[in-house]
C-alpha cells in the first residue's frame, strides 16, 4: 500500500491563505495522478482539485477555481494544495488521494488516500 499523509491545517481567519502538502511514503510511479477532496460534518465527500503525474492538466471545483491552485513536485514526491482566499464554508478535512492514470474528478476511482488535515476558516 502506498502511504499519502497530509500536512499544513489549521485555523485560519477569511481571507487567509494555507497550503497543504500530500507526501507519499514512497517513491510512486509518475504516471500516477493525484486529487484533493474535502468533507464538512454532515456533507458528503467532494471534489476540490486534481492534477496529473506530469502537472501539466488540472482540473478544480467551481466552488475553489481561481483560489486554489494543486501542483506537484514528483522529485519530492509531493503535492500541494494551495489555498488562498479562504471562506468559512471551505471549512472541512482535506483528503489527498492518489490514482494511476488520469486525474478523474470521482472519489470512488482512486486507490489510495490520506488521513485527512483538518482546515478551519473562521468568519
Known amino acids: 500500500q502506498v502511504q499519502l499523509v497530509e500536512s499544513g491545517g489549521g485555523l485560519v481567519q477569511a481571507g487567509g491563505s494555507l497550503r497543504l502538502s500530500c507526501a507519499a511514503s514512497r517513491r510512486t510511479n509518475s504516471y500516477f495522478a493525484v486529487g484533493w477532496f474535502r468533507q464538512a460534518p454532515g456533507k458528503e465527500r467532494e471534489f476540490v482539485a486534481a492534477i496529473s503525474w506530469s502537472g501539466g492538466s488540472t482540473s478544480y471545483a467551481d466552488s475553489v477555481k481561481g483560489r486554489f491552485t494543486i501542483s506537484r513536485d514528483n522529485a519530492k514526491n509531493t503535492v500541494y494544495l494551495q489555498m488562498n482566499s479562504l471562506k468559512p464554508e471551505d471549512t472541512a478535512v482535506y483528503y489527498c488521494?492518489?490514482?494511476?492514470?488520469?486525474?478523474?474528478?470521482?472519489?470512488?476511482?482512486?486507490?489510495?488516500w490520506g488521513q485527512g488535515t483538518q482546515v478551519t476558516v473562521s468568519s
Open positions: 488521494a492518489a490514482r494511476f492514470g488520469a486525474p478523474v474528478l470521482q472519489a470512488p476511482d482512486y486507490t489510495y
